[in-house]
């Protein structure tokens, strides 16, 4: 039955839970999905389509790609270098965010802040947030032209939105009774952030930051091609549309599986080390 759950209890009688608020929103959204899925399929443009030489294509295309790949347009001393570049505009727009994020989540956060405040900065991030990282970046693209700066600012805007909102969740699971205590005692708004605020969280803090420079660098990867931003994702664009040479192809996408696998290596290590 729709929103209830049977279970028997041990006198063998059958007992019936209703399906909480949560779990019917999440069973509305999966067929939801479902639904759009469908109908998805149905509203492609399917003519001239010849299903079976395209498998085949695509089959052959990937076995170019990952079972021979090498560089032939560029060398890879230069795609280390589009490498660090894409990781420098991820770790400029992580960093920059990072530090305005955190003065802007202890105006987010209900226990460090005054309502008024706290829902002003909320909403305002949700705004933000609700508009996808790439759209942004493709917007200050079109008002500062394309380039490095368009990609920076645009992942800046969402990196900041994300990491309010996560650093000042972090902050309000602090317990109550400790800043409580630091008020009663005269202590300032700066002492009880620098002595209970900070060192109680110092783990999240690094955590979430680091998974958004995670996420920045697949952005700029992206951004790479779609805003002019340079580093290996406009390589892997030349590779792929102008030169179509598979094989550089495969290899620019093994080397970011690379960088992509040591950042999680790195970011595991800060957070044992945290």
């Known amino acids: 039955m729709m929103g209830h759950h049977l279970e028997t209890t041990g006198n063998g009688k059958i007992k019936i839970n209703r399906a909480n608020r949560g779990q019917m929103r999440f069973r ?19 003519q ?45 727009s992580t960093i920059i965010g990072a530090v305005i994020s955190l003065f802007l989540a202890f105006g987010t956060a209900m226990n460090l802040s005054k309502p ?32 490095s700066i368009a990609a920076v600012i645009g992942m800046l805007f969402h990196s900041v939105a994300y990491l309010v909102k996560a650093y000042s969740e972090a902050f309000e699971e602090i317990d109550a009774g400790k800043i409580e205590a630091l008020r009663a005692t005269g202590s300032s708004y700066s002492h009880i952030l620098f002595q209970v605020v900070l060192p109680e969280t110092k783990s999240y803090l690094i955590a979430w930051t680091f998974l958004r420079f995670e996420t920045n660098f697949g952005i700029a990867v992206a951004m790479g091609a779609a805003a002019g931003a340079g580093g290996i994702g406009y390589e892997l664009f030349m590779s792929s549309t102008f030169y179509y040479d598979m094989h550089e192809v495969g290899m620019i996408t093994y080397l970011i599986l690379i960088v992509a696998i040591l950042l999680e290596l790195v970011a595991n290590r800060l957070k044992q080390a945290a």
């Open 28 to 46: 509305a959204l999966m067929i939801g999905t479902l639904i759009f899925t469908i109908i998805g399929f149905f509203l492609l443009d399917y």
């Open 48 to 92: 001239g389509l010849e299903l079976g030489p395209a498998i085949i294509g695509t089959l052959d295309n990937l076995k170019t790609m990952f079972l021979t790949p090498q560089f032939n347009q560029v060398t890879f001393g230069t795609a280390m270098w589009q490498v660090l570049v894409t990781l420098s505009l991820a770790f400029l």
């Open 116 to 147: 008024w405040l706290s829902m002003t900065i909320k909403t305002f991030i949700t705004v933000i947030r609700a508009v996808p990282t790439v759209l942004w970046v493709l917007i200050f693209a079109i008002a500062a032209g394309l380039g």
